[in-house]
């Protein structure tokens, strides 16, 4: 009888049904669309206004472009470097501030705490900060778009929560049996925090592969533009040879055809982290 009922629907799950794929489907097209006018003839992108349902012909001039284009390949390299490596520093950071934070009977834990707190709603300002990493050495090296944001104070904070909802029993068990600091955060608390991690990777991920503001401050070497920067650049320059004879694809469809680039290595990855990312953000985000 059970498995009778369940299998049943009704009017008012139909109707929750509808909703949701009506709601899906207004999540995926406009990526679609973007797909479409990529691979679309002007002509066609004209016609229809910009909403296309599907691409009536298939172009492939804008993504040759776009590929052809001088410096796309190490633009790609410097981009997963960053993206890779400063995900690696951000978690490693992130982690560490964490679990010190959540030790509830540390000592100028508090102090610490509201230091945190204050970052998030003052900072020192461009020059400063400017200044601050060019008296260090950073600038023109990749290390200055990763170690200046390594750590996130929101991040931090929902780190930290998320440590203070494991059973304290857990550390103390560790603690009597002779682990350390370290070696409780490594074997107890990070196997049980993939959630949290995979939150972490997310945030921090998304912002390095989409780096473009700081390296436009910081980077003169066009050897170390990541691809948002030169995907600019190749837009820009696109615009500026519109009425020349050197550029065959229109500048919408290579508009497009880079929002599809850029976007699709994240919405790839997205779909592995989505479990744990939403139990991440739960669970960091009530238990403090």
Known sequence: MGTRS???????????????????????????????????????????????????????????????????????????FITVVGTAINLVMTTLGAYVLSIRDMPGRNALMTFVLVTMFFGGGLIPTYLVVKGIGLVNTPWALMLPGAISAWLLVLTRNFFQGIPKELRESARIDGCSELMTLIRIMLPLSMPIMATLALFYGVGHWNEYINVVIYVNDEKLNTLQVLLRRMYTSAIGEVDGDSLPPPVETIRAATVALTALPIICVYPFLQKYFVQGMMVGAVKG
Do not use: Q
């Open 6 to 80: 369940m299998s049943r629907k009704g009017p008012a799950d139909v109707i929750i049904l509808i909703v949701l794929l009506l709601l899906c489907a207004t999540t995926l097209y406009p990526l679609l669309n973007l797909i479409f006018i990529s691979l679309s003839d002007m002509e066609d992108v004209m016609r229809s206004g910009g909403m296309l349902l599907y691409p009536r012909s298939i172009h492939w001039d804008a993504y040759d472009y776009i590929l052809r284009y001088a410096g796309l390949a190490d633009a790609y390299k410097m981009t997963i």
